[in-house]
């Protein structure tokens, strides 16, 4: 059974902007789960929902199989959220902060906990300091501090990257492998592909308020990540021979470029069959090299076909 | 069952929110006080003489008790909610397990629990300067709790309504202040003219005042069941409207 369930969530705005539109989704157990879409998407809206923050007006929401509306006492406990915001109460101190988040979920006081908590993200020195006083990255360390005092299950990041520098992305990066080593299951979201290509187990991208595709994110690079394979010419050319063209091969505008796509998974060989044919027709070749498509590619073109899908 | 860990958490950072802001929460009500008494009591207070037997600065104990437990109660349990509300630190609330009248008890008891202890704290001032006399203790302590309880429930109804800071400043001010002063918090009731007597009994804060005043002394410009039962009243219509905005989460949940 997967840890969370969402099925069939419908979301509209009391201004009647519908921001989800029958999101079902399910989320593994010890699993990093990108949700990966652009600005407006409805991410923030679809986490919300599941953290109890936003009310959906269809579907509904099992973790563990209980409700996450009717049995929100038992379900919350086990959800940590780092809301995408940083919603700090500016003249509390760290430590108490922090300490009051666990309270607030029902646990009883744990300095050893919470101490263990800060250490591990780099707060421990900072904890009798107000909030005010920290800066930006430290208080996004400080909200996830929180959201681990009452050692959740499910931790929820929203765009935990945004706008932050490559050092501390690459710190929050390693904080969010390390607690799905220690078991919990991560949710983050992003806009960011290289993010998702980066840490994700699995993307589910989503645009408009549709979910529009989910995968492992090898598998998504690998069938969707065709590859391509580039031979430059010595000279430019006026046209492919026939047997090049039937393998495949499209001749760049310029003359001195031949590409072909090719699955991965079938390529054995291709390289050297490739250089033989060239041989064969008689055209040097100066250089071979292969492209992988990156996700953002994919990403690309996944939106614009769903965006034509929805025009014609 | 409670959620009581998670209450007493909200609870005990309110009060501590409130203690560490000793000065203004505790210092300036009873500095305020203290003056009231040297102008009002000592000086004015000479040439007004007795009230039904009782010296115009000890009449004046009640009303003046009542004014800060009503201003209080709401300016505290206001900001208790406006403010995480403000910072977006709210989140951490709404997403917890814990119900929204669980989040009310916490706020709404530290307000009303902080409102109490400034009562007793003018209480114990005026006791400097005027000789009291609690004729019911039970009674006084009902009333107090009550209309802390019920006005710091109207606090936060301000708190989750308001759109913007000064919302929330001018709530206590043009509504509170006007209906206190105006509800005989430092005169009696018969002082007035006729005509402003009747008006003065469609002030709701009247009756508190004067339930309370009937605590101390054994007389109020109105029967006590009469401010008991506004009191009551008071209360029921708070308990309604938060049950409304809880059960559709207007300005909580979009
Ligand atoms: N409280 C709200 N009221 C009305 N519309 C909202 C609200 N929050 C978000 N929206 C709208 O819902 C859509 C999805 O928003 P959001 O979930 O924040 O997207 P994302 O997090 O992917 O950027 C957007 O068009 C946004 O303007
Ligand atoms: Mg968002």
């Known amino acids: 059974m997967p840890l969370i369930e969402i099925q069939n969530v419908s979301k509209t705005y009391v201004g009647g902007h519908q921001a989800l539109d029958d999101v079902s989704l399910d989320i593994e157990k010890g699993e ?20 109890g923050l936003v009310t959906h007006t269809d579907g509904r929401i099992l973790l563990d199989g209980r409700d996450v509306t009717a049995e929100y006492r038992q379900t919350r406990r086990d959800i940590g959220l780092v809301p995408q915001e940083m919603p700090l109460d500016p003249f509390d101190k760290l430590i108490d902060n922090v300490a009051f988040s666990r ?18 993200l780099s707060l421990w020195d900072k904890r009798d300091n107000r909030l005010l006083t920290l800066s930006g990255g430290m208080k996004r360390r400080v909200l996830i501090a929180k959201a681990l005092a009452h050692e959740p299950k499910v931790l929820f990041l929203d765009e ?8 501390l992305r690459r710190s929050t990066w390693d904080v969010v492998r390390r607690l799905r080593d220690s078991g919990v299951t991560v949710i983050l979201t992003t806009h960011y592909l290289e993010e998702a290509e980066e840490i994700a187990d699995r993307v589910a991208v989503i645009d408009k308020g549709r979910i529009q595709l989910v995968q492992d994110k090898d598998v998504m690079m690998r069938s969707l990540g065709a590859k391509k394979l580039i ?3 010595q000279a430019p050319i006026e046209r492919l021979s026939d047997d090049l063209a039937a393998r495949g091969f499209e001749l760049e505008p310029c003359g001195a470029r031949a590409v072909v796509s090719y699955d991965p998974s079938e390529a054995d060989g291709l ?24 996700l953002e590619e994919i990403f690309v073109g996944l939106i614009g076909d769903a965006n034509k899908g929805a025009s014609s | 069952m409670l959620n009581v860990t998670s209450i007493w958490a909200i609870y005990r950072r ?10 203004q929460t505790i210092l300036s009500p009873v500095l305020t006080t203290s003056l009231y008494f040297i102008v009002f009591g000592s000086a004015i207070g000479s040439h007004i003489g007795k009230i039904d037997g009782v010296d115009y600065g000890a009449f004046l104990v009640p009303g003046l008790i009542m004014l800060t437990v009503l201003q209080q109660s709401v300016a505290n349990a206001s900001f208790g909610i406006y403010f995480p509300r403000f910072t977006g630190s709210i989140y951490e609330v709404l997403s917890a397990p814990i119900s929204y009248w669980e989040v009310l008890i916490g706020y709404v008891g530290a307000a009303a629990t902080k409102a109490m202890i400034l009562a007793l704290l003018i209480l114990a001032t005026s006791a400097f300067f005027v000789p009291l006399r609690i004729e019911y203790p039970l009674v006084m302590v009902l009333f107090l709790v009550l209309t802390c309880v019920t006005f710091s429930m109207l606090g936060f109804l301000i708190g989750i309504l308001a759109g913007n800071w000064e919302q929330l400043q001018m709530a206590p001010l043009i509504i509170i202040t006007p209906l206190v002063f105006l509800g005989g918090a430092f005169y009696e009731l018969k002082m007035l003219p006729p005509f402003w007597q009747n008006v003065s009994l469609f002030n709701p804060v009247l009756y508190l005042v004067s339930g309370f005043r009937w605590s101390f002394y054994g007389a109020g410009d109105v029967p006590i069941a009469a401010s008991l039962g506004m009191i009551t009243l008071f209360m029921a219509i708070c308990i309604v409207a938060v049950w409304r905005i809880f059960a559709t989460g207007y300005r909580l949940k979009p």
């Open chain 2, 14 to 23: 309110e009060m501590k929110r409130a203690f560490g802001t000793l000065v």
């Open chain 1, 32 to 51: 990093i789960l990108a949700l990966l879409g652009p600005n407006g998407a409805g991410k923030t809206t679809l986490i919300n929902i599941v953290c």
């Open chain 1, 103 to 120: 309270r607030l979920f029902g646990l009883p006081h744990a300095p050893d906990r919470i101490e263990a908590i800060l250490r591990d």
């Open chain 1, 271 to 294: 390289a050297a069959a490739a250089l033989a044919a060239f041989a064969a027709a008689g055209v040097a070749v100066r250089d071979i090299s292969t492209e992988q498509s990156t």
């Open chain 1, 231 to 233: 031979v430059e010419l």
């Open chain 1, 160 to 167: 935990p990257t945004a706008g932050v520098d490559v050092e």
